[in-house]
């Protein structure tokens, strides 16, 4: 993700809230989006849906409306969705009745442990402040199962505070380090890298650049 606003938070508060009230306004709008496809999105969905068994149990964090991810996943697997918007989450249990749905903040989450066999976090994380990053890569080790993998789309660049005063019609916030030192947090946390890859896209006419990566907690 290259930087893409303004920077400082003095004129909107705390950028958890900042994100949610984002979603609350923009979410019809970024979820139509979504659903125009996503080449990257759908190959790293693939990817969960040919590893994992039919009734594996899935974290998605970040899940949004629920489309088109958590509703793919939720046909062959038990999923719980992890999202900050009001808003959101209740397009999502509309929308995927067969999964579970939690609003809260991914980074003070607390789960059991070696409850999941896979943890799914597309343009999520890069709205988690920075400083709570590690934390949240530790705890998502400790959510997987041995064996168990994540699959996710993290930031291409460094930037603690990103801020955008229009996006799709609401401020939102990004957070986030460049591409080799989210990989090393990864390995930090306990996980193997098995893939990570920069893919640049175009999103509602913006490029944008993520890094994609597959992680594996080891059996």
Not at 51 to 76: K, W
Request: net charge negative.
């Amino acid at each position: 993700m290259e930087p893409r606003g303004i920077s400082g938070l003095d004129d909107y508060g705390d950028p958890t809230e900042l994100v949610a009230a984002g979603y609350d306004r923009v979410g019809e709008r970024y979820t139509a989006l979504a659903m125009q496809g996503n080449e990257t999105k759908a190959r790293h969905t693939n990817l969960i849906l040919g590893r994992l068994p039919d009734g594996s149990d899935v974290l998605d964090l970040g899940c949004g409306s629920g489309q088109p991810t958590t509703a793919i996943l939720a046909r062959r697997f038990n999923v719980i969705g992890v999202e900050l918007s009001s808003v959101q989450i209740e397009r999502a249990r509309e929308a995927v009745p067969n999964a579970r749905f939690v609003q809260a903040d991914m980074s003070r989450l607390e789960l059991s442990l070696c409850s999941f066999d896979a943890v799914v976090a597309f343009y999520s994380i890069i709205h988690v402040p920075r400083a709570r990053q590690q934390a949240l890569f530790e705890s998502i080790y400790s959510w997987l199962r041995p064996g168990g993998i994540l699959v996710a789309s993290l930031a291409s660049t460094g930037s603690e505070i990103d801020i955008e005063e229009n996006y799709l019609g609401a401020p939102m916030y990004w957070s986030s380090f460049d591409a080799e030192t989210s990989r090393q947090m990864l390995r930090d946390a306990g996980l193997e890298l098995e893939r990570a890859e920069l893919v640049t896209q175009t999103f509602d006419g913006v490029e944008e650049r993520h890094l994609w990566v597959v992680a594996r907690r080891p059996s």
